[in-house]
Nanobody, 128 residues
Framework: QMHLVESGGGTVQTGASLRLSCAAS????????MGWFRQAPGKEREFVAA????????HYSDSVQGRFTISRVNTEDTMYLQMNSLKPEDTAVYYC?????????????????????WGQGTQVTVSS
């Protein structure tokens, strides 16, 4: 069973940057399309960004488009989320996830039910 571990969260001020990392143990994430999701206090978990296994295609939510960049280095078995121009509304627990290999809807990248492996999350807090 593959386990995903996020790191890189913290508390920063508005306008700052953070880079989150997602590493795999007990398996390799290089086979999977991957995604980042976040959950703010009192809110549903939401899609942030996704990247295909080959890194050829990326998807972003409207709220982070142009500020966040998802990337991966398969030889390092690691995925990243570079977050720039952070805003207080970006405050949330951020989760990385690996998409199932055999289920793909048209909106696969944002459909949480299609992601098979999840990390435990890392807290990002942006103060105003």
């Amino acid at each position: 069973q593959m386990h995903l571990v996020e790191s890189g969260g913290g508390t920063v001020q508005t306008g700052a940057s953070l880079r989150l990392s997602c590493a795999a143990s007990g398996g390799t994430l290089s086979y999977y399309d991957m995604g980042w999701f976040r959950q703010a206090p009192g809110k549903e978990r939401e899609f942030v960004a996704a990247i295909t296994e080959s890194a050829e295609t990326t998807h972003y939510s409207d709220s982070v488009q142009g500020r966040f960049t998802i990337s991966r280095v398969n030889t390092e078995d690691t995925m990243y989320l570079q977050m720039n121009s952070l805003k207080p509304e970006d405050t949330a627990v951020y989760y990385c996830a690996a998409h199932a290999l055999d289920v793909y809807s048209s909106q696969w990248f944002s459909d949480q039910s299609e992601y098979k492996h999840w990390g435990q999350g890392t807290q990002v807090t942006v103060s105003s």
